[in-house]
């Protein structure tokens, strides 16, 4: 009779791997392990399937622990897509938010919203975004997602008020 294999219940591998990517000590740990290895005599070839990385990113991190030391293995700023919209820009979509109503650029409501931000972004900027990015943007700058309220400032408590009154007069079917 074999022994029992163990097993990790309450994480997947993509959520162990996610904790590893959101402390920047653990990346540093692990590729300095790698260096390590490597140091040892262990081929980056052979270190690549545990490290679950190319040999070539391997070899590029001894390259910079040689060059640089510890510093060299941190990731480098800048990485990444260039944004679209210029610090300039967007700072006036932060005051946008927070000091302008829609109503004051046409729009039929006074609670900006994410398609609202889409289409005053592409017509002032001329920069077209998809509803989850600009939901990205919006947190990035600061914000954070309120849930809608069944009060609207826009609305007309008399003609909400003669709707109500005329609900309760229709008879109802049994």
């Known amino acids: 009779m074999s022994r029992p294999v163990l097993k990790v219940g309450n994480y997947s591998p993509e959520d162990i791997k996610a904790l590893f990517r959101d402390d920047e000590r653990y990346t540093i740990g692990i590729r300095l392990y790698a260096v390590y290895q490597v140091a040892k005599g262990q081929p980056s070839r052979k270190l690549e399937e545990l490290y679950n990385t190319s040999y070539k990113q391997i070899t590029n991190w001894v390259h910079r622990f040689e ?10 700023p800048g990485r990444g897509r260039t944004a679209r919209l210029s610090e300039d820009q967007r700072k006036r979509v932060g005051i946008l938010l927070t000091n302008e ?11 900006w919203t994410g398609p609202m931000l889409i289409d005053w972004i592409e017509k002032h900027y001329q920069i077209i975004y998809k509803k989850a990015q600009i939901y990205n943007i919006i947190k990035s700058l600061g914000f ?4 809608g309220r069944g009060i609207f400032p826009e609305t007309d408590k008399a003609k909400q008020d003669s709707f109500k009154e005329s609900l309760k007069k229709t008879p109802r079917k049994s």
């Open 144 to 147: 954070s997602h309120q849930k």
């Open 101 to 111: 109503l829609p109503t004051d650029y046409g729009y039929n409501t006074a609670t």
């Open 67 to 76: 060059k640089e030391g510890i510093e060299g293995l941190r990731d480098k």
